[in-house]
């Protein structure tokens, strides 16, 4: 996804490099959750597929702080990080640049929003190349979809939340497991 275009440096390590993210479950009155489609630089996916704004934490931000700055950047939408919702779900995972494993650390946190006209004025270069098209989804459309949705069971995490605010505690989610060729 955005915010997983930097692969270390160097030569290819067997040891995964940690590599945090901090990403928004956006919900509109409406009850529908924003997803992008595009173009995901290192995923070796390439078959249509929707995922939530977000993407890396840096080094010394917290993941709160790492997903109000995605927010701003990726939807125009400026959230202080003490006002985004809880982290309702996570998922971990290896995955692979070239020969270069990563071990991912996503967290989501639930963004309740009125009306949100998305807006790409602060997305970087690589961001704007990625982020091809937004949508908003309800339960049923992301139950229904054809195309890969990340992450893996946003319908019951959306649904849950719905139907009785965010969980207690976070969500174990199913992890996205994904390879990208070596480079050469």
Do not use: Y
């Not at 275009?5 to 067997?14: L, P």
């Not at 070796?44 to 950047?73: K, N, Q």
Request: aromatic share 8%.
């Amino acid at each position: 996804m955005p915010g997983e275009e930097s692969a270390a440096v160097g030569e290819a390590s067997s040891t995964p490099v940690f590599r945090p993210t901090a990403r928004a479950m956006v919900i509109d009155d409406a009850g529908q959750l924003l997803l992008f489609s595009g173009a995901v630089s290192n995923t070796g996916l390439t078959e249509p597929r929707w995922f939530t704004p977000g993407g890396g934490v840096t080094a010394g931000e917290s993941p709160r702080d790492a997903a109000s700055r995605e927010l701003a950047e990726e939807t125009g939408l400026i959230c202080p990080a003490p006002a985004l919702g809880p982290v309702v779900a996570v998922c971990a995972g290896l995955w692979w640049a070239g020969e270069q494993p990563f071990f991912g650390a996503d967290s989501f946190f639930a963004v309740r929003v009125g009306g949100l006209t998305v807006s790409d004025a602060g997305q970087e270069d690589a961001e704007r190349a990625a982020l091809k098209v937004h949508r908003w989804w309800t339960v049923a459309e992301l139950e229904q979809a054809v195309d890969a949705v990340f992450p893996l069971g946003a319908a019951d995490v959306l649904r849950q939340i719905l139907a009785g605010g965010p969980p207690s505690r976070p969500v174990w989610l199913p992890w996205r497991e994904h390879r990208v060729a070596a480079r050469r």
